[in-house]
């Protein structure tokens, strides 16, 4: 890499990731929170189809990132491939801001959004990994003010986006507020790209060596051409959910297939951290199922069975959009991400720091306690309908469960896979998110509502009933990530010795200039 001219912070670097990262998770969580209750309200699939649609497509979204990665850190440049995913996904809001009720056209918008998220997400985690390169000790708390990132951004869009559509398709019309909702998540990563191109000089630093060569038109070409076919592909697949179901279990052969031949082939000096790695991929797949929950299941709860006005000791506040009680998962993270890096700072400042494996375990209790809070609402339900509360509170364990699983996702794969793997491995991590999406919304439909099944009374017993089950299969998780602690921890003394007796990686280059 060739030297910059002045001398950047690693702080400075990281926020120019960061609010890119922010506006990208504003478009595409402004789209999520709409999307299942857009194709059963607007489309008129049935909830099952919905849900399964969604799923798909929340699996190719995740599968994408392995091949992005790759275009990133060896075809293009890791910076320019995140700058183009972040185009790419604009043009599919674009797609869904256009009033249509053909169901092709979202077809082929969720295939572009497939495309360029495979583009961006990768590569994004993968500059920060790169800020951080040399400096262990920041790893886990930079990725988890990196999470509060994508909290940030979908906390605004996931409250603004339904009643965007609600209040322009009160005036304008329905078909108005459906498209100009998502045309919101256009405008916001139009306004992340004219940010990023203003502190853009901040990362000149930082990327795979492809960045610091020029644009390789032959090679911009061929990716742009092959990306042109996996939104058809996408698109194909979409349509058919015997095809999405076929296609999302042999990705997770091959992933798996891959994780083998990869410690098979290792190092003997890396084999450890890639056991470790995939172990923790595995748990991680597991907590995916629950979280596809929020799209899905939990989503089409609060459309039937959830009072929607808040009160307190009587005194009514205000009331939500359905849709918006998809926020409380990203509120309660920006809440609680800064408190837990303090806890990481400190327990880390006092040598007791508890392990990656340790903090998924109780990740797994969180998760289990906020499903069967929903559970135990139930009973105090009125006319089947649940407080709003009893959501808050859920939410806010099912979040703080995401933050230490999902949040250290992206640090364990810097903690334990060879750099010259990372932006591979990177992308692999999301093939197995995206495998468990699927299978979350699998899970979902076993809330499946009878068509023309309206008293919530008899909704609420078929949504309390998953949701029990998925707080029994939590305590399950959480035995099981109990029971390999002492196998990840052998793991993860090996992987450290080893890393010790290899040479010290390079500081991170804007700490090799003198500082003014």
């Known amino acids: 890499m060739a030297p910059s001219t002045s001398p950047v912070s690693q702080t400075r670097a990281f926020s120019t990731v960061f609010l890119i990262e922010m506006w990208e998770r504003f478009g595409f969580y402004g789209m999520q929170v709409l999307m299942v209750t857009y194709m059963v309200k607007k489309l008129g699939f ?32 890791t910076r320019r491939v995140m700058r183009m995913g972040a185009l790419i996904l604009m043009l599919g809001y674009v797609l869904l801001w256009i009033p249509s009720d053909n169901a092709t056209l979202l077809y082929v918008a969720l295939g572009v959004i497939v495309v360029g998220n495979g583009f961006f997400k990768p590569n994004a985690g993968n500059l920060v990994r790169k800020i951080y390169e040399g400096d262990e000790s920041k790893i886990d708390s930079a990725f988890t003010i990196y999470y509060m990132a994508v909290n940030i951004g979908s906390t605004v869009s996931m409250l603004l986006t339904p009643w965007i559509r609600d209040y322009v398709g009160a005036r304008y019309g329905e078909d108005w507020g459906w498209h100009t909702a998502f045309g919101a998540c256009a405008v916001g990563l139009l306004l992340g790209l004219g940010n990023y191109a203003l502190m853009s000089h901040t990362l000149k630093h930082v990327g795979s060596p492809a960045d610091d060569k ?15 076919a996996m939104v058809l ?55 995916f199922i629950f979280y596809q929950q929020m799209s899905t299941s939990l989503n089409l709860f609060a459309q039937r069975n959830v009072d ?52 998924f375990a109780w990740g797994f209790v969180a998760v289990a306690a906020g499903f069967f809070i929903y559970g135990l609402g139930a009973r105090g339900a009125v006319d089947g309908k649940v407080s709003s509360w009893i959501m808050v509170w859920g939410y806010g364990l099912y979040s703080l469960g995401e933050l230490l699983v999902s949040g250290l996702g992206l640090a364990m794969i810097a903690r334990y896979v060879p750099a010259r793997m990372g932006g591979f491995m990177m992308g692999a991590y999301y093939v197995a998110v995206g495998i ?68 010290p990686l390079p500081p991170v280059r804007s700490e090799e200039l003198p500082q003014s």
């Open 46 to 77: 049935v909830d099952v189809k919905a849900n399964l649609v969604w799923g798909a497509a929340a699996a190719l979204i995740y599968v994408t990132p392995a091949i992005g990665g790759w275009v990133g850190d060896k075809l293009l440049g």
């Open 214 to 228: 020029p644009v390789d038109l032959r090679r911009l070409a061929l990716v742009l051409l092959a990306g042109a």
């Open 233 to 287: 592909v996408s698109a194909l697949i979409l349509q058919s959910l015997i095809v999405a179901r076929i296609c999302v279990y042999a990705a997770g052969v091959v992933i798996l297939g891959i994780f083998v031949h990869l410690i098979r082939s290792s190092h003997p000096d890396e084999r450890a951290g890639l056991i470790a790695a995939l172990v923790l991929t595995i748990q991680t797949i597991f907590f």
């Open 308 to 359: 929607l006005d808040f009160s307190l000791f009587g005194v009514h506040l205000f009331r939500w959009i359905p849709e918006q009680f998809q926020s409380l998962n990203a509120i309660w993270i920006v809440i609680l991400s800064p408190i837990l890096v303090m806890i990481y700072n400190a327990l880390g400042r006092r040598g007791r720091d508890l392990s990656v494996a340790a903090k």
């Open 436 to 503: 468990s999406q699927y299978l979350g919304s699998v899970v979902a439909n076993i809330a499946h509502i009878p068509a023309g099944l309206t008293d919530p009374v008899q909704s609420l017993a078929i949504y309390t009933s998953l949701f029990n089950k998925l707080g029994f299969v939590g305590l399950l998780c959480t035995i099981i990530a109990i029971a390999v602690l002492p196998l990840m921890k052998r793991l993860s003394n090996r992987h450290a010795e080893h890393a010790a007796a290899a040479d």
